[in-house]
């Protein structure tokens, strides 16, 4: 493979890096809240107007129409700050589904739901998981259903933690249309407007962080009615949709924490260089030292393997092992950092001076979404052992 980036992407990288910089870093809610509406507006037009709106993109969507493997210098520099990715339109959900609607909607949907997504007017969310004993780990266990009724498709069932759907302009719900089809081949995404009868976004969760605009929702969808042109992509291609847009999406999740971790370090550093302890600064304890050494090897392995995933994919390759590999590598790799840096920094390292408790806080969840560790692990473990 081919390790460089294009010209055009290392130029983007520090554009992106400078505006985190001195744009984003400055505004950072070190209290884990989303930036307040006003605020973040300024500060996508700022983005925009300066070329940097989703690197993602293609350019007739108003993108910068890099590459996947182009895209992670670009999505790493953003990702310093948690806020670098709402502020220039590559963060999740919104930057998944628009990848799906890329490649699933018809023109209709595209006038009506992509074009307002990528311009950043209008949020998103998807809707696949259900609170036990429905789909989470495992999809194919989805209890909610649709099914025909007089020309139109009706939707019952219950979700949870559909990331951003307070507020959101469109939710993207799976649900199973054929029943004892097979697993796989049973479901479908329906694009349910936001206030379409029977859709009711009941909660926002509380968890662990979450500074994510919108939320992580409760919703409790009861005889909801949609008609043919709601469905994304064919009926029954649901499950196969997912995985379409689970791949790249675990790995942009992957670029963006690799830049805060790279922050984190640095922070880390930083600390060990000035602070002393014992009669020399902390670097010259071994212990520490090591801390910072194993940060760099864990940060330099995940760069590695995601480029290498992005690479595969960016050439028609599913490359279902190699996400696999990065999800969970990186998820932990991403948490020892971050953890690492706190350690480095002792007291000061959980205050609000830094954003480190902050990151700490929002990485957790990283080792349990778009697929929790002890799958991806499953699933490596079943072609080792096919390969055997
Ligand atoms: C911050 C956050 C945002 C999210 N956003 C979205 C979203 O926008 N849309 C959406 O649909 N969902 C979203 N999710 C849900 C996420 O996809 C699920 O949490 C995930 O798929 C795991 O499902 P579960 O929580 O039901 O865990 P469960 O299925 O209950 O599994 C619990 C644990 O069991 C273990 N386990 C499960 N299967 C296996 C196995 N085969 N082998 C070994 N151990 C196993 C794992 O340790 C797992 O963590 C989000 C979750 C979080 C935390």
């Not at 984190?264 to 020399?280: M, N, Y």
């Not at 480029?307 to 590598?329: I, P």
Request: net charge positive; aromatic share 6%.
């Amino acid at each position: 493979m081919d390790f460089t980036f294009s010209a055009g992407a290392l130029e983007l990288r520090n554009k992106v890096a400078r505006f985190v910089e001195s744009e984003v870093i400055p505004l950072e809610p070190r209290d884990g809240r989303p930036l307040v509406t006003g605020a973040l507006r300024a500060l996508r037009e700022k983005s925009r107007s300066q070329g940097l709106w989703a690197p993602q993109l293609p350019r007739e969507l108003g993108g910068q129409g890099l590459e996947l493997p182009d895209v992670c210098p670009v999505f790493e520099a953003a990702g310093r700050s948690l806020l670098g990715p709402v502020a220039l339109g590559c963060a999740a959900p919104d930057e998944g589904n628009a990848h799906l609607l890329l490649l699933a909607a018809g023109e209709t949907q595209r006038e009506r739901y992509l074009k307002p997504l990528a311009r950043g007017d209008i949020r998103s969310a998807f809707a696949m998981t259900e609170p036990a004993p429905g789909a989470g780990s495992d999809p194919t266990m989805m209890r909610t259903r649709a099914r025909r009724e007089g020309g139109a498709w009706v939707i019952d069932g219950k979700k949870w933690f559909a990331t951003g759907a307070a507020g959101a302009a469109f939710v993207i719900v799976a649900a199973v249309t054929e029943p004892g089809a097979g697993p796989k081949g049973a479901m479908t995404l329906f694009i349910v407007d936001a206030g379409t009868p029977g859709l009711r976004v009941t909660r926002e969760v509380p968890i662990l962080g979450g500074g994510t605009p919108g939320g992580h929702c409760e919703i409790e969808i009861e005889g909801c009615r949609v008609g043919d042109e709601q469905v994304l992509g064919r009926v029954g291609e649901g499950y196969a949709l997912m995985q379409a847009r689970l791949g790249p999406a675990r790995l942009t999740h992957c670029m963006r924490w690799i830049g805060a971790a790279e922050r984190a370090l640095e922070i880390a550093a930083r600390r060990a260089r000035e602070r002393e302890a014992f009669g020399r600064p902390l670097a010259e304890h071994q212990a520490v030292a090591w801390m910072l050494a194993d940060s760099a090897i864990d940060l330099h392995a995940s760069r590695l393997m995601v480029h290498e995933a992005a690479w595969r994919l960016s050439r028609g390759e599913k490359a279902r092992l190699e996400t696999s590999l990065c999800k969970v590598f990186v998820a932990e790799a991403v948490n020892r950092v971050i953890d690492r840096a706190i350690q480095v920094c002792g007291a000061l390292g959980i205050t609000d001076q830094l954003p480190l408790a902050h990151f700490f806080q929002e990485a957790r969840a990283f080792r349990i979404y778009d697929g929790p560790s002890e799958v991806h692990r499953m699933v490596i473990a079943r072609k080792v052992l096919k390969g055997s």
